[in-house]
């Protein structure tokens, strides 16, 4: 069946998105579908949208610049509804209705910590549960996105590698986070509106639970998605990467996706890495900073951050700290101090405070930049290293949790 729908544009509310050109075409309208078959326009890249537009009976002359309008309503409105995008013409919107959906991850639970951090239990496709953290600062906020269901990595410090890998997130489900997260703050532009540049999501760290370069292809359309000018629009220096070292997927994010890393390092032997971060022993210390050393020059980034846990007796030795400053000499970095983050059953105890300062004192005489990281959010285990679904989290004790982390 075809029809020939008005393209008649009415004009936008005011602020909203300018009128698009009035156009004429005919337009194919296959059946309807029901709503599990429908396409979530959430997470696909520009061309993907334009394909899919296309591919449902879109003129492929007007595609491209239906994919404009209809990026500006999902990703710089936050529209949810078809209907309301009123640049385009009715019978478009209503074609729209029928082939496509906005979907994005529920919110099962939201805890608000004592220190303003929100953290929400988000509830995927299949029932699976992932946790996505929001840190307030003054005048702007970070959003800490999961990337996998679980992880495979097992890092015996982090309470997230005690549950076993699911799967991977979709693109969808990793832009979802945000947007659920913008829903919950108010942070979308209303139209008519002063224009406000407060971001309450100003930065967005990929660092909850899974191995991001484990999931690279979805996390690299996410990001695509997420840095577009006309829409959620953060720049790739304020998304950081945390990867605790899939070497051959490092080059490729550099050349592909640009952002800023962050490296899970936490040791200074391969001996002591091999038992906190077991990846070590496919790709050792040697191996990682090999890679790391052409990051800055191939991606165009400043610094890379290697992320350092402080545990009581483990890794957090004088020797260690002058060890870490010959090890990345030569690599534009800081290294960000984490007193460790507890959680039941956890096997290790965080290092003294006087510990840490002098262990942070060192690497700072050397010329790096040692922050040590303030633990937000900890009364709800919102903090680094305890992120872990609630329903996974209850179903074990902390024997389990030992049990599974080898210890």
């Known amino acids: 069946m075809t029809m020939t729908p008005s393209f008649q544009t009415p004009a936008p509310q005011d602020g909203g998105p300018a009128a698009a050109p009035i156009t004429q075409d005919v337009l194919t309208i296959p059946r309807k579908l029901p709503p599990a078959d429908r396409l979530n326009i959430v ?49 478009y919107r209503a074609f729209l209705a029928e082939r496509f959906e906005i979907a994005l991850p529920e919110i099962v639970t939201k805890q608000v910590s004592e220190d303003g951090t929100r953290k929400y239990l988000l509830r995927i496709a299949g029932g699976h549960e992932v946790e996505t953290v929001h840190i307030p600062e003054e005048g702007r906020g970070t959003l800490c996105v999961s990337s996998q269901v679980g992880c495979t990595l097992t890092c015996t410090f982090c309470h997230t590698g005690t549950q076993k ?32 540049e407060t971001r309450l999501v100003s930065n967005l760290v990929l660092m909850g639970m899974g191995e991001p370069l484990y999931n690279f292809e979805n996390v690299r359309d996410a990001m695509k998605v997420v840095m577009d000018g006309e829409g959620l629009s953060l720049s790739r220096r304020r998304i950081t990467l945390s990867t605790s070292g899939v070497v051959p997927e490092i080059a490729r994010t550099a050349e592909e996706i640009g952002c800023q890393l962050a490296v899970s390092f936490h040791a200074t032997t391969d001996l002591v890495r091999d038992r906190l971060v077991p990846i070590n022993k496919k790709w050792n210390i040697d191996e990682l900073l090999g890679v790391l050393r052409d990051y800055p020059r191939l991606s165009n980034s400043e610094r890379i951050t290697f992320e350092y846990v402080m545990l009581d007796g483990v890794n957090d030795s004088d020797d260690d700290a002058r060890r870490l400053v010959r090890l990345i000499r030569g690599i534009p970095a800081k290294i960000n101090l984490i007193p460790f983050n507890e959680w039941p059953g956890a096997p290790y105890r965080r290092s003294s405070w006087d510990r840490i300062e002098a262990f942070a004192d060192i690497i700072y005489k050397a010329g790096y930049a040692s922050p040590i990281r303030t633990p937000r959010g900890e009364d709800i285990m919102a903090a680094c290293g305890q992120l872990k679904s609630a329903t ?15 210890l």
């Open 43 to 91: 997470g696909l890249t520009r061309e993907q949208l334009r394909e899919a537009l296309i591919e449902a009976g879109t003129p492929e002359r007007q595609a491209r610049m239906r994919v404009g309008q209809i990026w500006q309503w999902v990703y710089h409105w936050g529209a949810r509804d078809f209907a309301a995008m009123t640049n385009l013409a009715k019978d």
């Open 165 to 196: 890998l699911v799967r991977n997130l979709t693109a969808a489900e990793i832009v979802g986070q945000l947007m659920v997260a913008r829903d919950d703050l108010g942070e979308w532009p209303q139209p008519g509106a002063p224009r406000d």
């Open 392 to 406: 996974e989290r209850g179903r074990k004790s902390a024997a389990q949790v030992a049990a599974e982390a080898g």
